[in-house]
């Protein structure tokens, strides 16, 4: 790539809801790069419009008036201050052309930054099946900037805008025709010549009291401005208005005025959205409605991935079974490097690659309800019964998510725009049973809870199975509550959402977002849980102590003495398991697992249960694997057959006194601690990434042991006793 | 009145909002300032929150914010 410098690099801002992904998208196609902006967490994407001029997206809000550090971060990318951001040569705002009234506000707010502007009229179609026509001249000539209607997600006018982008580049920036209210540029004024700062900064911290901008300069700078900025509002109010009144009024006046002689509206019957509406959130029917989409998506999620799993987890199988292939008959037959191909490294990528079909039709489903506009009626319908436990239905995308798996999960919290929100949803999300707990609940079910009929009809496996994905939703309530009353006290949480109208989902714009997000999955959780397994596979390698190989050495030498033919086939394949078995539990691992047991003890646990709990850290499902292996059974556990050779062998465990390992009580607090644990690698460094901070990482992982060794231990206890 | 005390369909116009901080700048800079028309469209199953319509778009609100909107009809 060219060094940033020499590019010339056009930004991309609007209102939610416009489709300015969409014109991103028709402006760049799958070219595109996304990252984080140097120094917060807050996404970026970069595409490439045309050679040597990079569009680079910023995030979509209402107002450059910074309530969060998105639009902080907008307002000092747009003046250059940003630090390693160059200034964009040019700005593109993206409107909704059936809702200037609204959409103007941020426009005329990047005007005034400076820079050369473009106006993206985008669904100019919609607009007008609403009976709004807009004079798109006469509102060139008002705003100072070209104005482009657009369709994006058709890819109409996206030649014409292309051809403004390219004469805009390098052109005077726009003048604008609309003052503010006299005192507000009095006040900014004063402030810029007695601090020496930017001036549009220094008035968006005057206006914005008490936000991040203020926040962000008073840490920055010498002197009383802190003071300065107070007198200066105290100065202000005089009139009887804030300065927030005083601006948000001056411009809905200016752009009212500005509407009233470029669009004409006729009005239309009750539109088509308004009618789907009547029924998807209507008063009775709202609900049932909404439960029967989700269970059914989720459903369907579920059984379509099976077949495509079961693929992968073969394809897996077989290429671990190539790389032995190879290795025999070579110097390097059995050694550590065929191992750690083998064992670590390919069922480290089949480990995160197995997780990808669940991951791609969750993300299917979730980009289609959001493109048509129905997650944002989930919200709606929704809030109430977050609000119960201080949160808001802006957190119900994640949750969602997080059933499938916490890590998209985790990265969906970036629209909620309430920090401690945020924060509270990023650490109860894995409290959501994902997908990777799966395979856990279905070995323990399977090998101890009674294939019977409850009452003649409800199966009591599938209820076992119900109820984990119960015990993490009832965690994470009053886990959400202390959180909000504790670490994150503060105001309640916030609310405050606009309702498209639905329109038909484009195939396009969904497809892009499967490629994004699953791209992003595989980077993000596919790296951690990649470097996990191989650290893992080597702790349950090493040490190698040469006794164990010598016996099962003199073991096979005298099974090819005194057996032949098939006999001595199954023999051997015996021994190799043995053998492996033999290895793992005097490995470092297995010695860890020693070391615990008497931390485990208490739930019921042997040390092998501990050690297979350590060794699942960059999955979970990883402990079904172990179990096997400490148990001689080799690693493919995901065979039928196999499989119940295991659940053979867990039964047949016994405690040194003869009594079983495995009872009802230790299998359910076996599930209730995965069902509640955060043991997993990826989520943690997603945390890490997404809340930039070690103490939150430290804390989910701290408290979600806590609460699931208690979990275990109450189920253990009081199964026992009832048993008893 | 406030606008959390109008019914589904009631049609008024704002007078005003109460108070200050980010809400209020949110729900200003969004449209809710005085002189526009508002039209109360549903209150959600549950209730809460309740979906208004302004400036040709529609906009879902908590009730207990919603009280700092004032309207008249």
Redesign the interface.
């Known amino acids: 790539m060219k060094p940033a410098r020499a590019a010339r690099r056009v930004a991309i801002i609007g209102n939610p809801n416009t489709g300015k992904t969409s014109v991103f998208n028709a402006l760049t196609g799958l070219a595109q790069k996304v990252g984080n902006y140097p120094g917060v967490t807050v996404e970026k994407k970069i595409g490439l419009l045309a050679p040597g001029i990079e569009l680079v997206d910023l995030p979509g809000m209402?107002?450059l008036?910074a309530?969060s550090p998105d639009e902080l971060l907008a307002a000092r990318v747009l003046l250059g201050e940003h630090d390693g951001e160059p200034r964009p040569d040019l700005v593109l705002v993206v409107a909704?052309a059936?809702?200037l009234?609204?959409n103007l506000?941020l426009t005329t707010q990047v005007i005034e930054i400076g820079l050369p502007a473009i106006l993206v009229l985008n669904m100019i179609d919609a607009a007008e099946r609403?009976g709004?026509s807009v004079n798109t001249r006469a509102l060139s000539r008002i705003l100072g900037v070209p104005v482009i209607p657009t369709v994006a997600h058709r890819r109409l006018g996206i030649a014409e805008l292309r051809a403004a982008i390219h004469d805009s580049v390098g052109s005077p920036p726009p003048r604008p025709s609309w003052t503010l209210p006299e005192a507000i540029v009095r006040e900014r004024d004063a402030l810029a010549s007695r601090f020496g700062a930017n001036a549009y900064i220094l008035m968006r911290a005057l206006i914005?009291?008490?936000?991040p901008v203020e926040q962000f300069l008073a840490s920055r700078m010498d002197g009383d401005l802190r003071d300065a900025l107070a007198e200066a509002r105290a100065r202000i109010r005089v009139s009887g208005r804030?300065p927030?009144?005083e601006e948000?009024?001056a411009r809905?006046r200016w752009i009212a005025g500005a509407l009233e002689t470029t669009v004409r509206?006729e009005e239309r019957r009750k539109s088509l959205s308004e009618r789907i509406d009547n029924v998807l959130?209507?008063?009775?029917l709202?609900?049932p409605i909404f439960m029967l989409v989700m269970s059914g998506g989720f459903i369907s999620i579920f059984m379509w991935a099976v077949p495509f799993m079961d693929l992968i987890t073969g394809a897996f199988g077989f290429l671990g079974e190539l790389a032995r292939r190879l290795f025999a008959g070579t110097p390097l037959q059995g050694g550590a490097l065929e191992s750690l191909i083998a064992d670590g490294a390919l069922a480290g990528v089949g480990g995160v690659m197995v997780f990808l079909p669940q991951i791609v039709f969750l993300f299917f489903f979730i980009a289609l309800l959001d493109d048509c506009g129905y997650m944002?009626r989930a919200?709606?319908?929704m809030?109430?019964?977050f609000?119960a436990v201080g949160l808001s239905?802006m957190s119900f995308i994640p949750m969602l998510s997080s059933f499938a798996c916490a890590v998209p999960g985790i990265l969906a919290t970036r629209t909620i725009g309430n920090a401690r929100d945020r924060i509270a949803t990023i650490l109860i999300a894995p409290f959501m049973s994902c997908s990777a707990r799966i395979p856990v609940y279905s070995l323990m079910i399977a090998a101890f809870i009674p294939a019977r009929m409850i009452g003649g009809v409800l199966p009591l496996q599938g209820l076992v199975f119900g109820a984990m994905y119960f015990v993490g939703i009832f965690a994470a309530i009053p886990a959400a509550l202390v959180l909000r009353r504790t670490l994150l006290r503060g105001p309640g949480s916030?609310?405050?959402?606009?309702?498209?109208?639905y329109k038909i989902p484009s195939p396009r714009s969904v497809g892009i977002r499967i490629i994004d997000r699953s791209r992003t999955f595989v980077r993000q959780a596919g790296t951690i849980i990649f470097a996990m397994s191989i650290i893992v596979w080597a702790l349950g390698y090493f040490p190698r102590p040469p006794e164990i190989g010598r016996a099962h050495e003199a073991l096979r030498a005298e099974a090819r003495l005194s057996l032949d033919g098939e006999a001595r086939e199954t023999r051997l394949r015996e021994i190799d398991r043995e053998e492996a078995g033999a290895y793992m539990r005097n490995s470092v691992l297995g010695r860890a697992g020693r070391l615990l047991e008497p931390a485990v003890k208490p739930l019921g646990w042997d040390w092998k249960i501990g050690m297979a709990t350590i060794a699942s850290f960059p999955a979970r499902e990883v402990i079904v694997s172990t179990l096997s292996i400490i148990y001689d059974l080799g690693k493919d556990a995901e065979d039928r057959r196999e499989k119940e050779a295991l659940i053979g062998k867990l039964s047949a465990a016994r405690w040194p006194d003869g009594s079983p390992v495995f009872t009802i009580p230790v299998a359910v607090s076996v599930m209730v601690f995965f069902a509640l644990c955060c043991q997993c690698g990826a989520t943690l460094a997603v945390i890490k990434r997404e809340t930039n901070s070690w103490r939150w990482t430290a804390l989910s992982f701290g408290y979600m042991t806590a609460i699931a060794y208690i979990g275990a231990l109450v189920v253990y206890r009081a199964g026992t006793a009832l048993l008893a | 009145m406030r606008l959390n005390e109008c019914r589904p369909g009631q049609i008024g116009t704002i007078v005003g909002?109460v108070g200050?901080?980010?809400?209020?700048?949110?729900?200003?800079?969004?449209?809710v300032?005085?002189g526009?028309r508002i039209r109360v469209v549903?209150?959600?199953?549950?209730?809460?929150?309740m979906?208004v319509e302004l400036?040709?778009?529609?906009?879902?609100?908590?009730k207990a914010?919603a009280g700092v909107v004032e309207v008249s009809i």
């Open positions: 209402y107002s008036a309530h909704d059936a809702n009234q609204r506000y609403r709004i914005d009291e008490g936000g804030s927030a009144a948000a009024e809905h509206r959130v209507h008063r009775v709202g609900l944002a919200a709606f319908l809030d109430r019964i609000r239905g916030t609310y405050l959402m606009e309702l498209p109208p | 909002t200050n901080g980010p809400l209020v700048q949110r729900l200003m800079e969004m449209g300032i005085a526009a549903r209150l959600a199953p549950l209730g809460d929150p979906e400036h040709g778009y529609r906009l879902s609100i908590r914010e």
